[in-house]
């Protein structure tokens, strides 16, 4: 019975110690790593020289590359823009990206200026960690409503974001 009872004890002293090791070695819940997405969307009224405030959609594909996922990446996104002019605009996003190791929630802010787009975030699910980085905003077609003023509906995007 001694014997037998040193035995059980080696068992669970290889078992804890396996588990331990293998607890100190999972990666940390963050992912870290690099994603490019590019793509095209569309304002609900479609920016101009002095706003309104409006709603836009996005749709994108790219690479993702981090510590737990790497492959194509294909984002829907909604959000809103507070300022909705052809200067600058601000606002809000959130959505859904698909990789290979299934789908992630994102969400987050952004900031332009002409151009030049700003993103931070976070990503939760398949993906998991905060996001940023810079973008490149191009309007598509111009869509004239008058001989002195011109509404921009439709554009792309081109980013690069860091995963942290």
Do not use: W
């Not at 819940?29 to 095209?40: E, K, L, P």
């Not at 905003?137 to 509404?151: D, I, M, Q, R, W």
């Amino acid at each position: 019975m001694k014997g037998s009872l040193k035995v059980r004890v080696a068992v669970v002293a290889v078992a804890v110690t396996a588990g331990a090791a293998g607890f100190a070695t999972s990666p940390a819940s963050a992912d870290t790593g690099t994603a490019t997405i590019a793509g095209t969307g569309n304002f609900a009224a479609g920016l101009g020289l002095s706003g309104p405030a409006q709603a836009f959609n996005f749709n994108g594909q790219g690479v993702i590359a981090t510590t737990g996922v790497q492959g194509e990446i294909l984002c829907a996104i909604a959000g809103f823009d507070t300022i909705g002019t052809l200067v600058q605009g601000a606002g809000n996003f959130n959505g859904n990206c698909n990789t290979s190791a299934g789908a992630a929630m994102v969400a987050g802010n952004f900031t332009r200026a002409g151009t030049f787009v700003t993103l931070s975030g976070a990503a939760a699910g398949a993906v998991n960690g905060a996001f940023s980085g810079p973008c490149v905003f191009s309007p598509l077609p111009v869509v004239s409503t008058s001989p002195l003023s011109a509404t921009v509906g439709a554009f792309a995007v081109t980013c690069q974001l860091a995963i942290t």
